[in-house]
């Protein structure tokens, strides 16, 4: 027995059959560079959404917090992430947990693509973009000042 709910997309070079590749944002305040989404899954029932990011070649998604806390497995590439003080380099299959209120950023490297599969609440606040006073914070930590800047250790 079979449920309408039921869903079975195949995927190729990762784009899923049936869902359309978006804009990674519609939101101009906010800093971002050549990234893509893919809504892979939402059911209001499970109040939980599925997406597929791609970033480019040195690309990054935007440095911000929210109130809602993410689950971002990596597919492909490797790169770096910010998530609350830390920098961490990124490989194919890690898992980053993001919690509530934790600045966060994920960044390609240079030579690859970067993907990875988010699950997040389908209902959720809106980002917050750091203001000058949190850029300096964040700054403050030499690591996570490199970082912002595109210089990661390796």
């Excluded at 899954?41 to 109130?67: I, K, N």
């Excluded at 990596?74 to 898992?95: E, F, K, N, Q, S």
């Excluded at 966060?104 to 970067?114: M, S």
């Amino acid at each position: 027995m079979s449920d309408e709910r039921t869903i079975h997309r195949k995927a190729k070079a990762y784009r899923w059959e049936g869902v359309d590749e978006l804009p990674y944002k519609k939101d101009d305040r906010a800093l971002y560079k050549s990234i893509t989404r893919q809504v892979l899954f939402s059911d209001p029932e499970m109040q939980g959404e599925l997406r597929y990011f791609e970033v480019a070649p040195g690309g990054f998604s935007t440095l911000e917090r929210h109130q809602h806390m993410h689950a971002v497995l990596i597919l492909r590439g490797r790169g770096h992430c910010l998530v609350g003080d830390a920098v961490r380099p990124i490989d194919t299959r890690d898992l980053v947990t993001v919690p509530p209120m934790a600045w966060h950023q994920f960044r390609a490297t240079k030579g690859e693509p970067l993907g990875f599969l988010c699950m997040v609440n389908a209902t959720r606040d809106k980002p917050q973009l750091p203001t000058p006073e949190d850029l300096s914070k964040l700054a403050a930590n030499a690591e996570i000042a490199a970082f912002l800047r595109n210089e990661p250790k390796a």
